[in-house]
């Protein structure tokens, strides 16, 4: 059997490259994880997926549980087998989600009782009862469940509440069965208080994980805060553990984070984007529903190997989403996540050749082209799921 761990490969500054070993399969990292909330990345078959250079999936607890609830998942063999992903798969907690029900859920210290958004049946979330549902899925890395406190936030609230998430990260250990090959993970809160951070990696290193999240950010404190968060906090996890920033981000985001030294990602924006005809470029983002597009016979990305740049135009793409066709939604997600990983192991082999400030400052030399009108740019602000 193999025991989970990561392996570092090079390092660059304090990015790293390396090999996240797990009972489903080996990830390269840095990585970025595309969202599959419900059991599928929206708008692509698991072929697709595999086809863009997805190592590892993610799945998510509190969508699950609703429907079709994790017992059915497990009594039909559990989520790889039931959404056709055989490699590894990180499932989120349900915390993040929980949290941003607001009226529809009552906090409390053991845990988060709430009604679904789907039909209003009354539900609760508890640490074990959230680590339970990860194993009766089958999750390859466990997330432990946390409330996660909007930003900004007063200190003293951002203190309790970590505090809070700490005491329930030790009952998330405590109740989950360790096997080889799969991982839990502690996730680090705290805000942008960096004494606060350091305190939250302290309570979870004491408790000992496999992994170390830091949660809490890309909650609309900017990237500047973002970073300078992950500066005091990065270096303070131990340096052979994962390490996985959720939530982010743009391809700015990405390569700013995998510069401070982390390893994993996820963000619904390239599935998202895709679905509203939004397209990822060397060169910023183009929105193929725009006139302009409408007689275009270039592919979106002369650089991208994905179905919709080798065979299709942006002409055609533009047509299937003035249209409301489902394949333009199909086509751009493809792309979309395409363009993530290409960007991904772009990032991870400028590490391992030892160019990560060259090839990083090329990246962002080639995304502050203004290669298109101004009111496609910038990239518009995006909710945050549920
Ligand atoms: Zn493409």
């Not at 502690?186 to 305190?199: D, Y």
Request: proline share 7%; net charge neutral; aromatic share 8%.
């Amino acid at each position: 059997m193999t025991a989970f761990r990561w392996r570092a490969q090079a390092r660059s500054g304090r990015a790293r490259a390396g090999y996240l070993d797990t009972a489903h399969g080996t990830v390269a990292t840095p990585t970025f994880m595309p969202v599959g909330t419900v059991g599928t990345v929206k708008a692509m078959t698991m072929d697709a997926v595999r086809s863009t250079g997805a190592g590892i999936v993610l799945g998510n607890t509190y969508h699950l549980m609703l429907r079709p609830g994790a017992e059915r998942v497990r009594a039909l063999g559990g989520l790889h087998r039931f959404m056709d992903w055989p490699g590894p798969i990180l499932t989120d907690s349900g915390g993040f989600q929980v949290m941003s029900l607001g009226p529809l859920r009552k906090l409390d210290a053991d845990g988060v009782t709430f009604r679904s958004h789907i039909d209003g049946s009354k539900h609760r979330l508890t640490p074990e009862r959230s680590t339970d549902i990860q194993h009766a899925l089958d999750a390859t890395i466990s997330m432990c469940f946390d409330e996660c406190p909007a930003l900004p936030a007063p200190a003293e609230a951002i203190a309790q509440s970590m505090r809070m998430s700490m005491r329930w990260a030790e009952r998330c250990r405590t109740a989950f069965v360790a096997r080889p090959g799969y991982a839990q993970y502690g996730i680090i809160q705290g805000g942008t208080e960096p004494q606060l951070r350091a305190e939250s990696v302290r309570a979870l290193t004491d408790i000992g994980f496999e992994g170390y999240a830091i949660g809490g950010l890309a909650v609309g404190e900017g990237q500047e805060l973002m970073f300078s968060t992950l500066d005091v906090t990065v270096g303070l996890i131990p340096d052979d553990a994962p390490r996985y920033l959720m939530g982010v981000g743009t391809p700015d985001d990405l390569l700013g984070a995998v510069e401070r030294g982390v390893d994993m990602f996820d963000c619904v924006m390239p599935t998202r984007a895709g679905r509203t005809a939004r397209a990822y470029t060397e060169r910023g983002t183009l929105n193929l529903r725009n006139a302009r597009h409408a007689t275009d016979s270039r592919p979106i990305s002369p650089h991208c190997d994905c179905l919709a740049c080798s065979r299709h135009s942006r002409a055609y793409l533009h047509h299937l989403f003035r249209a409301n066709e489902m394949l333009g939604p199909m086509l751009l997600t493809w792309h979309n996540l395409a363009y993530y990983q290409r960007l991904m192991r772009g990032i991870r082999a400028a590490i391992v050749d030892g160019t990560l400030p060259e090839h990083a400052a090329c990246l962002r030399a080639q995304w502050a082209m203004e290669d298109w009108s101004p009111d496609e740019m910038p990239f518009p602000d995006i909710p945050p799921v549920p």
